[in-house]
């Protein structure tokens, strides 16, 4: 058990979510330690591409040292490309906002597997993205917090 189980379990979770609207384009993870891909900056019409990117590394979360538990900052970034409709963008994001964060939330962490002790979600937020000038994509950033054992 430890991050790369943790971080696998939590890919597996996402990736598992049918979406509300747009039911076609599911959550497809690009960075999971699977090989090199490209960015989500730098792709294009694509729709819930998402990876996890590291706000900090562990740190200790234990009684002066004594446990193993770890702390880590981690985001999870997920790239919407949708031209003309910003309405519809914008209800696409927050439903899947609130889904990932049930999702993440969901106390079956499989700890024995995982190590995951808890998971404290941010507030999330977006932010505009552009690869050229004819193409703006946004992405939905969901800061969170991993407490987890490593071994």
Request: charged residues 25%; proline residues 3%.
């Given at each position: 058990?430890?991050?790369?189980?943790a971080?696998?379990?939590?890919?597996d979770r996402?990736?598992?979510i049918?979406?509300k609207?747009?039911?076609?384009?599911?959550?497809v993870?690009?960075?999971d330690?699977?090989?090199?891909?490209?960015?989500?900056?730098?792709?294009?019409n694509?729709?819930?591409?998402?990876d996890?990117?590291?706000?900090?590394?562990?740190?200790?979360?234990?009684?002066a040292g004594i446990s193993?538990?770890?702390?880590?900052e981690?985001?999870?970034?997920?790239?919407?490309?949708?031209?003309?409709?910003?309405?519809?963008?914008?209800r696409?994001?927050?439903?899947?906002s609130?889904?990932?964060?049930?999702?993440?939330?969901?106390?079956?962490?499989?700890?024995?597997?995982?190590?995951?002790?808890?998971?404290?979600?941010g507030?999330?937020?977006?932010?505009?993205?552009?690869?050229?000038p004819?193409q703006?994509?946004y992405?939905?950033?969901?800061p969170?917090?991993l407490?987890?054992?490593?071994?």
């Amino acid at each position: 058990m430890g991050i790369y189980e943790a971080l696998d379990h939590l890919i597996d979770r996402i990736e598992a979510i049918t979406p509300k609207t747009d039911i076609y384009h599911h959550f497809v993870c690009i960075k999971d330690a699977q090989g090199n891909t490209l960015s989500l900056e730098s792709r294009s019409n694509q729709n819930r591409l998402f990876d996890i990117s590291f706000n900090t590394l562990a740190q200790d979360d234990g009684q002066a040292g004594i446990s193993g538990r770890k702390r880590i900052e981690l985001s999870l970034r997920i790239r919407y490309d949708i031209g003309g409709d910003r309405g519809l963008l914008e209800r696409m994001i927050a439903e899947d906002s609130s889904s990932l964060i049930n999702t993440l939330k969901q106390p079956d962490y499989d700890f024995s597997i995982t190590g995951i002790v808890s998971l404290i979600p941010g507030q999330a937020t977006t932010q505009e993205i552009q690869n050229d000038p004819s193409q703006v994509g946004y992405l939905l950033v969901l800061p969170f917090t991993l407490l987890y054992l490593e071994d």
